[in-house]
């Protein structure tokens, strides 16, 4: 007998059809002996219009009431689960996640996982129920509500399946599985049967937006097998492991990640002295705006020029941070593009490989895209361009990769 934790996101429990769907798989699973844990989303849309009536009371409304607010949606979604589930004989209690006692610190909306009980789970499994868990919501050690943020019911699947040392974290989602890149951008788009955490953590930073990233680096840590799957149609999903299989078939590049969400911004002619980068860079850190692709160059006259992206909604604030840090340093002017894409490959096998950024970079001069910023991590390469050729680009690559077939370059 296995223990098998289900996750359903807020499409595949959108309506009281889609929960009855649900309820069957969940029967299905349990019925082949299995011990199911269930941990739901709230319905799709539910989380928003909460956030949008706190919105039009409040400009600023109490952190803590946000979080018993948003908290509820799930609490909607265990109840409804339970009772088809009941409906079809199968014995399941719900718990939001105070009842489980999933344990938080106190940063409300953002709330991290400190400890999980077990215990009340593990009762209730060998009662011979399914148990359905409210995700994304947790308690802190005053007893207060807290929750995880937006998307965080992957989180608290995957921290319930490290807890219980489940056999399996299912994801059901509205794809059926982790592709080689967007099918809606890219028509060849291959569903991966496999990928390594550390693929996923890096296409889900790069844009991918199949999964949470927390939870993926969690279930790395845990060592917790994961599987992205869809809740409408049958099938394999892929499998997100540790071990790195030893196929000489095996891609060098697994995936293309993409995503507008960023702008860019260039410090000019700032003097070029020991700390330069930390007075550019910490004044924007100070700001709470996450910096990410980073390019310094020499200029002419020990003058240096700093590149780097942020949050495209982080933009203008970055703009004021430094428009001061260019007058106390006395350098040449601020510019900023928010028109960009970044667009990146990632895979394990770029490890033993050399010459993959080359042929990246070829692939993309052969389609005439100018690259403005570049990047690179052990597994990933990653370049900044004009948004309006991303798809141009993701196409591109996919395809100097041989992403599609079967046969894989080497
Ligand atoms: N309901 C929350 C959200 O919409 C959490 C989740 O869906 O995972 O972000
Ligand atoms: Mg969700």
């Known amino acids: 007998m296995s223990l098998i934790v289900h996750k359903y996101g807020g499409t595949s429990v959108g309506t009281i059809e889609r929960i009855e769907a649900v309820a069957d798989r969940v029967s299905a699973a349990q019925r082949a002996g299995n011990d199911i844990v269930v941990v739901v989303s709230a319905?799709?849309?539910?989380?928003?219009?909460?956030?949008?009536?706190?919105s039009e009371l409040s400009e600023r409304p109490s952190s803590r009431e946000m979080d018993v607010l948003l908290s509820t949606g799930e609490q909607v979604t265990i109840a409804l689960l339970s009772m088809a589930l009941h409906k079809r004989g199968i014995p399941a209690v719900s718990m939001t996640g105070s009842q489980v006692k999933i344990e938080t610190d106190s940063a409300f909306s953002k709330a991290r996982i400190e400890r999980i009980d077990a215990d009340n789970i593990r009762s209730e499994l060998a009662q011979g129920r399914v148990v359905v868990v409210a995700g994304f919501q947790g308690v802190d050690p005053k007893g207060n509500i807290t929750t995880l943020g937006r998307g965080g019911s992957d989180t608290t699947a995957v921290a319930l399946a490290a807890a219980l040392s489940a056999d399996e974290c299912q994801i059901y989602t509205d794809v059926d599985g982790v592709y080689t890149t967007d099918p809606r951008v890219c028509e060849g788009a291959r569903r991966l049967d496999k990928i390594t955490f550390e693929e996923m953590l890096e296409l889900a930073s790069q844009g991918s937006k199949v999964l949470q990233i927390r939870s993926v680096e969690f279930a790395g840590k845990y060592n917790v097998p994961l599987r992205v799957l869809s809740s409408f149609k049958d099938g394999p999903g892929t499998l997100i492991t540790l071990d790195q299989e030893e196929d000489m078939e095996k891609p060098i590049v697994s995936g293309i990640a993409f995503t507008r969400d960023e702008a860019k911004l260039?410090?000019?002619?700032?003097p070029d002295q020991p700390g330069v980068a930390a007075n550019v860079l910490v004044p924007i850190s100070e700001a709470n705006i996450e910096v990410d692709v980073i390019v310094q160059n020499q200029g002419i006259n020990n003058t240096t020029d700093f590149s780097f992206t942020v949050a495209r909604r982080d933009m203008e604030a970055a703009i004021d941070v430094l428009n001061g840090v260019v007058e106390r340093l006395g350098a040449a002017g601020v510019e900023s593009d928010d028109r960009i894409a970044k667009v990146s490959i990632v895979g394990v096998g770029m490890r033993s490989h050399a010459g993959v950024a080359a042929k990246m970079f070829s692939a993309l001069a052969a389609d005439n895209i100018n690259i403005q910023l570049i990047t690179t991590s052990e597994i990933k390469t990653c370049v900044v361009i004009d948004e309006r050729y991303m798809e141009l680009a993701v196409r591109?690559?996919?395809?100097?990769?041989?992403?599609?077939?079967?046969k894989h370059s080497v």
């Open 266 to 270: 260039v410090v000019r002619g700032v």
């Open 43 to 54: 319905m799709s849309g539910e989380t928003n219009r909460l956030l949008g009536l706190a």
């Open 396 to 406: 591109a690559l996919h395809s100097a990769f041989e992403l599609s077939g079967s």
